[in-house]
């Protein structure tokens, strides 16, 4: 049973450049949340996509923004990036209907590196 | 707003000992969900525990064991008999309603903790 899938686990990248960082969710969960985790600091909530659609999201500026498609894999685009941009990037994956706890699997993380 | 608290940057423990790591919370929300997850080195957040504001009883998986005390909004975890791969990060977190389908949890800035031999 496949987990969750994050890809590329690292990249570089320079100041006004943009970044596109990939997510397939666990098998069987249809929403894929994003999420931006600083050098030790817990993760921030960035949005969160169902039935292809952005559904909620954080205090994240326009520049951050997202799509899914209609296999349910994900994808968290930044534009005009900033050194703040400089984070582990986590996509997690829940099934939306599952009547329980909602329990988010997380992949490993994309680490961003900008310069 | 909703906001998690550790206040325990740091943590040793002796491998086999039980060790108590802190979490309070606020909401106004009566209906909320309390995680409690891992982050070895690797970066995956591995999930361990699960107590939802209206269950009776305190959460137990494993080794795990959250200590919640409605009252005076506290999620401790407990890890008993500690193991040296129980040395990593770990984040206390909140979600809006008990059985809720949002993806948005709150997170606290997290505790690391490390076993000795």
């Known amino acids: 049973d496949a987990g969750v899938t994050q890809s590329p686990t690292h990249l570089i990248k320079t100041r006004g450049q943009q970044v596109t960082l990939r997510c397939s969710p666990k098998s069987g969960h249809d929403t894929v949340s994003w999420y931006q985790q600083a050098l030790g600091q817990g993760p921030q909530f960035i949005f969160q996509?169902?039935?292809?659609?952005?559904?909620q999201r954080g205090n994240f500026p326009d520049r951050f923004s997202g799509h899914q498609f209609p296999n349910y894999s994900s994808e968290l685009n930044v534009n005009a990036l900033l050194l703040g941009d400089s984070a582990l990037y986590l996509c997690?994956?829940?099934?939306?209907?599952?009547?329980?706890?909602?329990?988010?699997?997380f992949g490993e993380g994309s680490r961003l590196t900008v310069l | 707003a909703q906001k998690i608290t550790q206040t325990q940057p740091g943590m040793f423990v002796q491998e086999k000992e039980a060790v108590t790591l802190d979490c309070t919370y606020d909401?106004?929300?009566?209906?909320?969900?309390l995680f409690w997850y891992k982050q070895p080195s690797s970066g995956e957040m591995i999930f361990l525990i699960y107590?939802?504001?209206?269950?009776?009883q305190n959460a137990t998986e494993g080794r795990y064991s959250l200590n919640f005390q409605k009252a005076r909004k506290s999620a401790n975890l407990v890890i008993s008999a500690s193991q040296l791969g129980d040395s990593a990060m770990y984040f206390c977190?909140?979600?809006?309603?008990?059985?809720?389908?949002?993806?948005?949890?709150?997170f606290g800035q997290g505790t690391t903790l490390q076993v000795k031999p």
């Open positions: 996509y169902y039935e292809e659609e952005e559904r």
């Open positions: 977190a909140m979600r809006e309603g008990q059985m809720s389908n949002t993806g948005k949890l709150i």
């Open positions: 909401t106004s929300d009566p209906s909320y969900g």
């Open positions: 107590q939802g504001s209206y269950d009776q």
């Open positions: 997690a994956s829940s099934f939306r209907a599952s009547g329980g706890t909602g329990e988010l699997f």
